[in-house]
């Protein structure tokens, strides 16, 4: 039987700004991206949000992202190769300590936002990203964008690689997301969202705004916590995913 791991950017509220439904996703996904500070997130709520997944028996990752509160992540920022490996390392460090004080164990690291479209396309910086998570843990695993050079470069770095694939995320026919400066970049549809991913996991295929057939394979799947159709994708996909006799289960 076919499994897929499905996964959500989570603890992401800072002070007194609540960002997502963390409470009620935590039910419905098999791992979850925790902020680590720069992008979102705060001391408090990622322990929190540490304490529900181990609560939930959902695996951790690390969310790494530039350091852009005002832009949540989304914007490229530009940084010289060693600035950005400082960032990177004591972001990851930073959340496997609080992982390891509660109890559980980082499993694997996912970067987020414009630092993830931008290891994506640009080598140099994936080989920078890369290299610093490596020297904290270079036994977590790596999610990164299924179809790019992520594969390639992180075989290199004898890193494993889990492949993703996007639930609520528009693609293009190049297989890159479609940017959300442009319209219908975020899906909000539960029904259209829960098609794409088992068309990926069963077809190896999604399809853009035109149509036309981008070819794909994933791993794991991501629903942005932010969304505010998040529960009801999440419901959705797993009635789908059982009427299509496909288990949920972490990598």
């Known amino acids: ?3 897929v791991d499905i996964n959500c950017d989570m603890g992401e509220s800072f002070g007194n700004f609540i960002v997502g439904n963390d409470k009620a996703i935590f039910p419905h996904i098999t791992s979850c991206n925790i902020a680590c500070g720069m992008h979102a997130g705060d ?10 997944a181990l609560e939930h028996k959902v695996q ?3 969310h790494p992202g530039y350091p852009d509160i005002q832009g949540f992540g ?14 990177i390392k004591y972001q990851v460090a930073a959340l496997q ?4 004080s509660a109890g559980g164990q980082l499993r694997y690291v996912k970067p987020h936002g414009a630092l993830y479209n931008e290891i994506a396309t640009n080598k140099s910086v994936a080989e920078t990203v890369y290299s610093a998570i490596k020297s904290v843990d270079p036994n977590v695993k790596i999610m990164g964008l299924a179809g790019s050079h992520v594969e390639t470069i992180l075989n290199q770095l004898e890193m494993d690689y889990v492949p993703e694939a996007f639930a609520d995320r528009q693609y293009e026919a190049n297989g890159k ?3 959300r400066s442009l319209p219908n970049a975020v899906i909000h549809d539960a029904s259209k969202a829960a098609k794409q991913v088992v068309s990926i996991v069963t077809e190896h295929k999604a399809f853009n705004l035109d149509g036309h057939e981008v070819p794909l394979s994933a791993r ?14 999440l419901t ?15 990598f």
């Open 97 to 100: 300590g609080m992982v390891a």
């Open 60 to 62: 951790i990752g690390a």
């Open 74 to 87: 989304r914007r490229v920022l530009p940084m010289e190769p060693s600035e950005l490996s400082s960032y």
């Open 43 to 52: 001391p408090y709520h990622i322990e929190k949000t540490i304490n529900l």
């Open 177 to 179: 997301l479609r940017s």
């Open 1 to 3: 039987m076919q499994s």
């Open 236 to 250: 959705t996909i797993a009635e789908l995913l059982e009427q299509s006799n496909i288990v949920k289960k972490s």
């Open 220 to 233: 794991s799947f991501c629903i942005h916590g932010d969304n505010p159709a998040a529960v009801k994708i």
